[in-house]
T-cell receptor, first 114, second 113 residues
Framework: AQKVTQAQTEISVVEKEDVTLDCVYE???????LFWYKQPPSGELVFLIR??????QNEISGRYSWNFQKSTSSFNFTITASQVVDSAVYFC???????????FGKGTRLSVIA | SQTIHQWPATLVQPVGSPLSLECTVEGTSNPNLYWYRQAAGRGLQLLFYSVGIGQISSEVPQNLSASRPQDRQFILSSKKLLLSDSGFYLC????????????FGSGTRLTVV
């Protein structure tokens, strides 16, 4: 069975600090896809990134970066120089083939304090 | 480009009343469609998913049901709402050929009173 674990329930940081959100996954599939979503207070789920299991290159998008390590089954998300607008719940998710429902972690609530 | 529409945005319904939430996708054909629920302060729970018209897979036994009458339309229903049905309902789609998508609608916040 597939499983996604986000051990950090809540994180609070001061603005401009860097913060890393952890995500550990379990799957027996050799092909799978990993996702990160942001859920601001408005509730909608905003897609951040999709990464397939064959691509272990780290990705950077502005202040956001993702570290995918198959050896430890982790797909961690780092926000550099955090801002108040980054305050949200962040979800990590897994799909076995890109054609099946997403399995979500329980989410990490990030609070960035000015 | 593909867009997903979900309505209504908010809904307050009495216990025992029926429910119908609708989700439609534009800009794609034969999508996989999904209904998720998020209870207050909780994670996302998959309720139903569909790989084609009339094909519905249920993940959680409950008093909810789903239907897909058209290729890009997905409906979540209940004949009699329970208090425990309160939550935030999200619809999503994915492209079964490319694996891309997994985009969510803006959600429906349901309060059963």
């Amino acid at each position: 069975a597939q499983k996604v674990t986000q051990a950090q329930t809540e994180i609070s940081v001061v603005e401009k600090e860097d913060v890393t959100l952890d995500c550990v996954y379990e799957t027996r599939d050799t092909t799978y896809y990993l996702f990160w979503y942001k859920q601001p207070p408005s509730g909608e789920l905003v897609f951040l990134i999709r990464r397939n299991s064959f691509d272990e290159q780290n990705e950077i998008s502005g202040r956001y970066s993702w570290n995918f390590q198959k050896s430890t089954s982790s797909f961690n998300f780092t926000i550099t120089a955090s801002q108040v607008v980054d305050s949200a719940v962040y979800f990590c998710a897994l799909s076995s083939s890109g054609n099946t429902p997403l399995v979500f972690g329980k989410g990490t609530r990030l609070s960035v304090i000015a | 480009s593909q867009t997903i529409h979900q309505w209504p945005a908010t809904l307050v319904q009495p216990v025992g009343s029926p429910l119908s939430l609708e989700c439609t996708v534009e800009g794609t054909s034969n999508p996989n469609l999904y209904w998720y629920r998020q209870a207050a302060g909780r994670g996302l729970q998959l309720l139903f998913y569909s790989v084609g018209i009339g094909q519905i897979s249920s993940e959680v036994p409950q008093n909810l049901s789903a239907s897909r009458p058209q290729d890009r339309q997905f409906i979540l229903s209940s004949k009699k709402l329970l208090l425990s049905d309160s939550g935030f309902y999200l619809c999503a789609w994915s492209n079964p050929e490319t694996g891309y998508g997994y985009t969510f609608g803006s959600g429906t916040r349901l309060t059963v009173v």
